[in-house]
């Protein structure tokens, strides 16, 4: 079984002063840019057989930030269009060797390492059963967060999304009869940082 992470870093930062994934912050007694924090917590659960970074804007930049060996990268040139044209550049590159896939925003750096060894758990017991989105859903909202898990025999649907049927929502609306909930009570599933204000917040309460 083959385990592959897309970590969408490719976005403008449109409410972030620069570009707040390469923007260095204090996580956990280690500084470093947001996107190398978010990727770190993918490499530290140990349940990934690849980690596909997407990047378009200032890629350059993104791939010095991320300080990590084994990571691929997939360069988005639609960027502009907006995530989902970054969904499906890295899904596509994933998807022929990949049995599950889990598609996770670069500028939610907070989620814990045991949360996705917990997703990809679930979605392994999964896979006997046939396909699955498997979402982690926080206990104190009842909202739903990411990553976003999905098996093998989905993800050529994924690659039919587009920004005007609302994206991977259009795509969850689509097949929202096999979607599992995970409980969680991690809310780096929830905590995407959009402006400075929410990374002030989230990293004095990390």
């Known amino acids: 079984m083959i385990v592959t992470a897309v970590i969408l870093a490719a976005g403008l930062s449109t409410r972030f002063p620069g570009n707040k994934l ?15 924090h978010t990727v770190r917590k993918f490499i530290e659960s140990r349940v990934f057989d690849s980690i596909v970074v997407v990047v378009g804007h200032e890629k350059e930049k993104v791939i010095n930030a ?4 084994s990571i691929a990268f997939v360069i988005n040139r639609r960027y502009k269009e907006g995530m989902s044209s970054s969904v499906k550049a890295g899904v596509t590159v ?5 049995d599950i896939v889990a598609i996770h925003p670069g500028d939610l750096p907070f989620i814990k390492p045991a949360t996705l060894r917990n997703l990809i758990s679930v979605a392994s017991t999964l896979r006997s ?3 699955f989105v498997v979402i982690p859903r926080y206990i104190r909202t009842g909202k739903g967060g990411h990553p976003l898990v999905i098996s093998k025999g989905l993800l050529r649907y994924v690659l ?15 097949f929202s009869n096999y979607i599992v909930y995970v409980p969680t009570d991690d809310v780096g599933t929830l905590a995407d940082i959009d ?12």
């Open 195 to 206: 402006t400075p204000q929410d990374l002030v917040r989230m990293t004095s309460t990390a």
């Open 94 to 98: 994933a998807m022929p060797y990949s």
């Open 129 to 131: 059963g046939g396909d």
């Open 22 to 36: 390469t923007s260095e912050v204090e996580l956990e007694g280690i500084r470093a840019p947001l996107i190398h």
């Open 160 to 174: 039919e999304i587009e920004e005007e049927t609302r994206g991977l929502k259009g795509f969850l609306r689509r």
């Open 66 to 69: 991320v300080d990590f060996d």
